[in-house]
């Protein structure tokens, strides 16, 4: 009886709590949005679109590439695949959106464009190659490469040439002269 009269005394109280955690909640959500717009409106264009860029790089690179259907006796069945460099194209896309896309140093711009030339080189070879680089097991012509492949590769390409001209662009304004 004891039991019962404190599982009732606590959900009671979890009962009440709930407005004062949905405040939290909502007070966390306005400061984090406000950070992010003082954050954005600090941005100069170039550099809001490689924050784009990267933002969808990055985003991409968790999305499934590939596709191929298997037949079930009468049912057919599509299923998803990831390139076998999942983790690299994963890992290289999402530290080069926090890293580039919050701050900047010198040791940025070289870690950025040796992983994103890397991440350009292996899409490249892997387009060529899709056996050796992104899957392994299926045949060739049995795998259809869905455009979000085509959109992240764009991305990606876009990120580096936009990191180009936003770093040129900070040598700029930056000068010393």
Excluded: C
Aim: glycine letters at 2%; aromatic letters at 28%.
């Amino acid at each position: 009886m004891e039991v019962l009269r404190s599982t009732i005394a606590f959900i009671s109280f979890s009962i009440q709590l709930i407005p004062l955690v949905l405040l939290g909640w909502l007070e966390l959500f306005k400061s984090g949005f406000l950070f992010l717009y003082r954050f954005w409106e600090q941005k100069f264009l170039l550099d809001k679109l490689l924050f784009l860029a990267l933002f969808f790089q990055a985003a991409l690179s968790f999305v499934s590439w590939f596709q191929y259907e298997i037949q079930f006796y009468e049912q057919s069945e599509i299923v998803s695949l990831s390139p076998k460099w999942n983790f690299f194209f994963i890992l290289v896309s999402v530290l080069n959106f926090f890293f580039l896309g919050f701050w900047k140093t010198n040791w940025n711009r070289m870690w950025f464009f040796s992983s994103q030339m890397l991440l350009l080189i292996l899409l490249f070879w892997g387009y060529l190659e899709p056996e050796r680089y992104f899957y392994e097991f299926l045949k060739h012509t049995d795998v259809k490469t869905r455009p979000i492949f085509y959109l992240f590769a764009g991305f990606s390409l876009s990120s580096f040439v936009l990191a180009y001209f936003t770093f040129q662009e900070e040598d700029r304004k930056f000068e010393i002269k």
